[in-house]
């Protein structure tokens, strides 16, 4: 059973940061790409990035390219998000999940819910002044 959690939401303000983490206790991360996405309400799922098993390459929507950045930690069999300057429009429900060993909006250039297999339950980040 995969089984995914998410954590490290929170209430920020404008320009700051949270650091997501998501873990797993049953398999090893490093097996998986990993992919974050966010879903604000009224809205559709939007994959933000993803991280490769081998190779640890990345991926970012432009929507949070050069704030956010997706890091593994190997020792803690742990994926992170770290997101830097906040905005408003970062407010959503974060989840992460897995996708075979390769981030395959590497290669298309968008990232797609349904090429994702497990995931977690979501943590709530909320950008407020």
């Known amino acids: 059973q995969v089984h995914l959690v998410e954590s490290g939401g929170g209430l920020v303000q404008p320009g700051g940061s949270l650091r997501l983490s998501c873990e797993a206790s049953e398999f090893t991360l490093d097996y998986y790409a990993i992919g974050w996405f966010r879903q604000a309400p009224g809205k559709e799922r939007e994959g933000i990035s993803c991280?490769?098993?081998?190779?640890?390459?990345?991926y970012y929507a432009d929507s949070v390219k050069g704030r956010f950045t997706i890091t593994r930690d190997k020792a803690k069999n742990t994926v992170y998000l770290q997101m830097n300057s906040l905005k408003l429009e970062d407010t959503a429900v974060y989840y992460c999940a897995t996708q075979g060993i390769f981030c395959a909006a590497l290669t298309t250039g968008t990232m797609t819910s349904n090429e994702y297999d497990h995931w977690g339950q979501g943590t709530q980040v909320t950008v407020s002044s």
């Open positions: 991280i490769s098993s081998e190779d640890e390459s990345t």
